[in-house]
């Protein structure tokens, strides 16, 4: 059975920087992508970052381009998001996902989840 858990949200001021981690059970997963979603309230969950499997390609959706950094250690089957110079904008309950499959961009070809962890940006 797959498990991903998600940790290291919490309350930081703009400007500030915080790591989450999203730790992985069941499955190899340096062999999938690995995926950073998070959602805001009233909206929908949006993609924030990837990590290709086997050290392929990272993406990032524009608004965190050059403020975020994804990373993976396959090794603890972990995957983590740097977020420096945060923004209000960035409050949401972010989520790490992996797909059964093939990975990309869009929420639907993601199968497994995390329980997600809130992320607060004061201004």
């Known amino acids: 059975q797959v498990q991903l858990e998600e940790s290291g949200g919490g309350l930081v001021q703009a400007g500030g920087s915080l790591r989450l981690s999203c730790a992985g059970s069941?499955?190899?997963?340096?062999?999938?992508?690995m995926g950073w979603f998070r959602q805001a309230p009233g909206k929908e969950r949006e993609f924030v970052a990837l990590f290709g499997e086997r050290g392929g390609g990272i993406a990032y959706t524009d608004s965190v381009k050059g403020r975020f950094t994804i990373s993976r250690n396959n090794d603890k089957n972990t995957v983590y998001l740097q977020m420096n110079n945060r923004k209000p904008e960035d409050t949401a309950v972010y989520y790490c996902?992996?797909?059964?499959?093939?990975?990309?961009?869009?929420?639907?070809?993601?199968?497994?989840w995390g329980q997600g962890t809130q992320v607060t940006v004061s201004s």
């Open positions: 069941g499955r190899t997963f340096s062999s999938y992508v």
């Open positions: 996902s992996v797909p059964y499959l093939v990975g990309g961009r869009c929420s639907h070809k993601y199968d497994y």
